[in-house]
């Protein structure tokens, strides 16, 4: 059981360039979440999806793009990459702990993708 | 995120206690989090607690919510050299997004 997967595990960028960061689930979870983390940050929300088909704004969303036209993935885009997004991108999906009432979601993550840009 | 705040560090004795704090804005959160993240990994759940409780024991994990304070504390009993970790706290919020705050790292010392 994989479980939440991230493709790449680490990637290297020239300032400009452009990438997409693969996630992929398992588990048939609606909900799935992308969140960079950064020293003294802690994780900060980019995009998130609850169904396939959908997708919805963040913390910060700025410079990013998704897309989740199958349930089992959800694809982060950089258009043009800068310093700034140099980060560890985390990637999670979740059910409900109770079916119905909002909010009442348990994160499975992945193992993290590690991009820096120069 | 600015809407669930946390002390960035803790440093416990072996077989001591450690409590960690949490204090989160949204009043209208429905299920509060604690996530663990070990060096190199992601994040997995340690314990949740659900908006109309005060209290959730597990082994030796405590969960305190003081929803009037909107304040959440994990205390963990007897802590291990395996417990040095950074550990979340996040919000649930009714729009489905999770907000962490920024992590406290704990130290165990000998």
């Known amino acids: ?118 | 995120g600015e809407d669930v705040e946390q002390s960035l560090f803790l440093s416990v004795r072996e077989g001591d206690s450690s409590v960690i704090n949490c204090t989160y804005t949204d009043s209208s959160s429905t299920y509060l989090y604690w996530y663990k993240q070990e060096p190199g990994a992601g994040l997995q759940l340690l314990t949740y607690i659900f908006s109309n409780m005060d209290m959730k024991q597990d082994q030796r994990l405590t969960v305190l919510l003081n929803k009037k304070d909107k304040h959440l504390s994990l205390r963990i009993a007897d802590t291990q050299t395996g417990d040095s970790a950074i550990y979340f706290c996040a919000e649930s919020k009714k729009d489905d997004k999770i907000i962490f705050g920024k992590g406290t790292r704990l130290h165990i010392l000998p």
């Open chain 1, 1 to 118: 059981n994989a479980g939440v997967t991230q493709t790449p595990k680490f990637r290297v960028l020239k300032t400009g360039q452009s990438m997409t960061l693969l996630c992929a689930q398992d588990m048939n979870h609606e909900y799935m979440y992308w969140y960079r983390q950064d020293p003294g940050m802690g994780l900060r929300l980019i995009h998130y999806s609850v169904g396939e088909g959908t997708t919805a704004k963040g913390e910060v969303p700025d410079g990013y793009n998704v897309s989740r036209l199958k349930k089992q993935n959800f694809l982060l885009g950089l258009e043009s990459a800068a310093p700034s997004q140099t980060s560890v991108y985390f990637c999670a999906s979740s059910y409900s702990i109770w079916q119905g009432t909002p909010g009442a979601n348990v994160l499975t993550f992945g193992a993290g993708s590690r991009l820096t840009v120069l």
